[in-house]
RNA sequence: GCGCCGUUAGCUAAGCUGGAUAUAGCGUCGGUCUACGGAACCGAAGGCCAGGGGUUCGAAUCCCUUACGGCGCGCCA
C-alpha cells in the first residue's frame, strides 16, 4: 500500500499536480503527531491565505477512509494517520510469510554488477586498512544478490611490481622455509622489512631486486616457484580472515593476469589518437577536463597502473556485461579513478557511465598511519582475536554453562569487528583504538545479536504462535512495525547511496526499538490473543534483524 | 598554488533531493523489572550544527566566502 501515493490523489490544490503534492508529503517528527504530513506554508502565496486556513480547508475536503483514518491540522501542517491496525497487520503478515526472503526485490533481474574489493597484496599484512574495502564490498556484493542483482565478487590481487624482487633478495639472504610456512605473511613482512633496513645501507641490493623481479617475468624456473610459494603462504593466512568474515570472491584475477591484455589496449589508443608523447613517456592528456595526464607506458616502455586498470576494466565488460563496475576503493585514489573513467569515455566506451569509484575514508593509527615499510601496522587476525576473547570473557561470567562457548565467541567477536567497520558513512576516516573496538555496549555488533538472542529466547518460550487479532496498539508497539515496515524501502536506498551503514543504523534503531517494547510490555504472561501479537511482533523482528545482520555479514548466535 | 573530501554535545556519530522542540551511542551523575536474558531500560547534565554573508514563508541541509583538518596533483599501486 502506497500511503503517500493515496493521499496526494485525494488532495486538490490549485495549480499543483498529484505528483507534486505526493512529492511533498513528509513523515512527522514523531507518530504522535500523525504518519504522514503535508506542509502547507508553500500554497500560500498562490492561495493568497494563511497556510492554517488551507490545511483547514484541505481537511475539510478530505474524506477518511479505510486506509486514512485521521486527519488533522497543527502549525500550517496536515497530519493524516492511517489505519493503524490495518497496516501492523499487513506487515507482520507479509514478514511472517517471506521469512529470511523479506526485504528482497526482483529489482536487479538480468543485471549484472562487477564489485572490485579487498584486492589484497601478495606477502603484505592483512591490516586494519584493508578492513572497510572488504567488508564494505561484501556488504554491497550480498545486497546486491538480495535486490535480485548478479553480483561478481572480484579480489584484483597485488601480484605484480618490484616488491617481489625485493623479497626473493631478502628470503635468500635470512630466509628459511620452514620458517615462512610456520609464520605465514608476518615472517615475510619481517624480511621485507629486514630487507629496507638493509638497503639504506647497501643501495646495489635494488638492482639484484629488480633483477629478480625480472625473472619472475621472464618465467625463470627458481624466481617463479619462490613467487609461487610466497603467493600459496599469503593466500592461506588471508583465506582464514575471509573464512571469519564470511567474504567470498567469484575472481582473483589480479593484476599479473592482465599482462598480456594491455597491449591491445595501447594500440587501440594510439589509432584512435588519444596518446601523445611528453617527457619520453606515452601519456593521455586530460587538461581539456582540468586533469594531469594520465600516464600509459613510462619512458622506458613500461606499463602502469593506469594501463592495467584500463585493460581490466575492458575485461570485466566483455568478460561479464556489467550493468555497473564498482571499485571499492579509499579515496585516496579519487584522481586515479576519474582519470581512468575519462579515457575509456574518449576512446568512445559507452560503458565508461557505468564505471564507479566507491570511495572510502582512510584508517589511522592514534599516533599517525601505518607502514608496511616500517611495521608499523595493526593486523586485522589480531583485532579480531582480541574481540573474540573479550567475548568469551563476557560470557564465561555472564552465562558460564553456555554450551559452544568457543563457537559463540567467534560469532559475537568478529560481529563487532564488521559492525564497528560498516557503522559509520563510509567516506569518514577513522582512528583505531582498541578501547573502541572493545566496546560492546550501545550502538555495537553485539547489542544487535543480543536483541536477537533475547527475541530467540521468548520465542523458544513463548511456543507455536497462535491465531491473533491485531488489538489496541501502543505508540511503541506501532513505531516498532512502522520500522520493521521500512526496511524493503531502506535497503533500496542503501544501495542506492552504496551504504552498508544504512543497514547498520536501521539494525541499531530496530533493536533499540524493541528493547524499549521488550522492558515496558509483558508478553508471556499476557492474554492469548495479545500474547500472540507480541510474540508475532517479537517474530517479525527477529527476522527482521537477521536478514540486516546477514547481509552485513554477521551471524546471529542462538544464544549468547 | 590548484583540485577533491571533511568540520554537528567532552568523545564517536546520525540527520544533508530545505520543513514542526537538532537524534543516538560512549563517557559523567542519578535511577529501573518478583514477565519473558541487566551485553538491557529510564532520567539528568551537555549544542550560536567551524566563522561570516546570501537565497527562502522556513537553512545543520542549497549558493558564495573564510578558517582548520585529511587526501591527491607524470613515469608507485
Known amino acids: 500500500m502506497d500511503y503517500k501515493k493515496h493521499i496526494a490523489s485525494k488532495l486538490k ?38 497556510p492554517v ?33 490495518g497496516f501492523v497487520a499487513g506487515v507482520l503478515r507479509e514478514v511472517a510469510e517471506k521469512r529470511e526472503k523479506y526485504g528482497a526485490s526482483s529489482e536487479g533481474e538480468g543485471k549484472t554488477v562487477c564489485i572490485d574489493y579487498s584486492s589484497i597484496n601478495i606477502a603484505k599484512p592483512f591490516h586494519i586498512g584493508h578492513l572497510s574495502t572488504t567488508v564494505l564490498g561484501a556488504a554491497l556484493y550480498r545486497l546486491y544478490n538480495f535486490l535480485g542483482y548478479k553480483a561478481v565478487g572480484i579480489n584484483h590481487l597485488g601480484d605484480y611490481g618490484t616488491q617481489f624482487g625485493k623479497l626473493i633478495v631478502a628470503y635468500r639472504a635470512w630466509g628459511d622455509r620452514a620458517a615462512v610456512e610456520a609464520g605465514g605473511v608476518r615472517e615475510l613482512m619481517r624480511l621485507y622489512v629486514k630487507y629496507h633496513d638493509e638497503a639504506e645501507l647497501h643501495p646495489e641490493m635494488d638492482d639484484e ?45 589480479g593484476e599479473s593476469f592482465y599482462n598480456d591484455k594491455m597491449d591491445p589496449i595501447v594500440n587501440e589508443l594510439r589509432e584512435k589518437g588519444l596518446l601523445t608523447t611528453s617527457e619520453g613517456a606515452e601519456i593521455v592528456d586530460l587538461s581539456d577536463y582540468d586533469m594531469p ?34 571499485y571499492v576503493v579509499a579515496y585516496q585514489q579519487n584522481l586515479h579513478f576519474r582519470q581512468i573513467f575519462k579515457v575509456l569515455e574518449l576512446m568512445g566506451k559507452d560503458w565508461a557511465k557505468d564505471c564507479v569509484h566507491v570511495a572510502y575514508g582512510m584508517v589511522s593509527m ?19 582475536t582480541r574481540c573474540v576473547e573479550k567475548s568469551l570473557e563476557i560470557i564465561t561470567e555472564k552465562n558460564p554453562d553456555l554450551p559452544d562457548k568457543e563457537k559463540i ?21 577513522m582512528v583505531f583504538s582498541y578501547d573502541k573496538v572493545l566496546n560492546f555496549d550501545g550502538e555495537t555488533g553485539p547489542y544487535v545479536q543480543y536483541t536477537c538472542a533475547r527475541c530467540k529466547s521468548v520465542l523458544n518460550k513463548g ?74 511482533l517479537t517474530d517479525a523482528t527477529l527476522v527482521t534483524l537477521s536478514n540486516s545482520l546477514a547481509l552485513l555479514g554477521i551471524s546471529v548466535p542462538e544464544r549468547m
Open 13 to 50: 490544490v490549485e495549480g499543483f499536480t498529484a505528483e507534486e503534492i505526493e512529492s511533498f508529503i513528509a513523515l512527522p517528527p514523531n507518530s504522535d503527531l500523525g504518519d504522514y504530513a503535508l506542509p502547507c506554508f508553500r500554497f500560500a502565496k498562490t492561495m493568497r491565505k494563511s
Open 53 to 85: 486556513a488551507i490545511a483547514e480547508e484541505l481537511k475539510a475536503s478530505f474524506p477518511v477512509d479505510e486506509y486514512i483514518e485521521d486527519v488533522n491540522v497543527a502549525a500550517g501542517y496536515l497530519n493524516f494517520r492511517v489505519n493503524r491496525k
Open 209 to 253: 631486486a629488480r633483477a629478480q623481479f625480472k625473472k619472475i617475468e621472464e618465467g625463470d624456473g627458481e624466481a617463479t616457484e619462490l613467487f609461487n610459494f610466497f603467493k600459496e603462504i599469503t593466500m592461506k593466512d588471508v583465506g582464514r580472515i575471509y573464512d571469519k568474515l564470511n567474504v567470498t570472491f567469484d575472481s582473483y584475477a
Open 293 to 326: 595526464p594520465c600516464i600509459i607506458l613510462r619512458s622506458d616502455g613500461a606499463s602502469l597502473y593506469a594501463t592495467r586498470d584500463l585493460a581490466a576494466a575492458t575485461y570485466r565488460k566483455n568478460t561479464y556485461n556489467f550493468h555497473k563496475n564498482l
Open 366 to 384: 592514534e599516533d599517525g598511519a601505518m607502514s608496511t615499510r616500517k611495521g608499523k601496522v595493526v593486523f586485522l587476525e589480531d583485532v579480531i
Open 409 to 429: 565467541a567467534e560469532q559475537v567477536g568478529t560481529g563487532a569487528v564488521i559492525f564497528g567497520a560498516l557503522s559509520s558513512n563510509k567516506i569518514k576516516d
Open 463 to 536: 511456543g507455536d504462535i497462535g491465531e491473533y487479532a491485531v488489538p489496541e496498539l501502543s505508540q511503541q508497539e506501532y513505531d516498532l512495525v512502522a520500522h520493521i515496515g521500512k526496511f524493503p524501502e531502506l535497503l533500496s536506498s542503501a544501495l542506492e547511496k552504496l551504504e552498508p551503514s544504512f543497514v547498520t543504523r536501521y539494525a541499531v534503531d530496530l533493536a533499540q526499538l524493541y528493547n524499549k517494547f521488550y522492558f515496558d510490555c509483558k508478553i508471556l504472561g499476557e492474554e492469548d490473543n495479545v500474547k500472540n501479537f507480541r510474540l508475532a
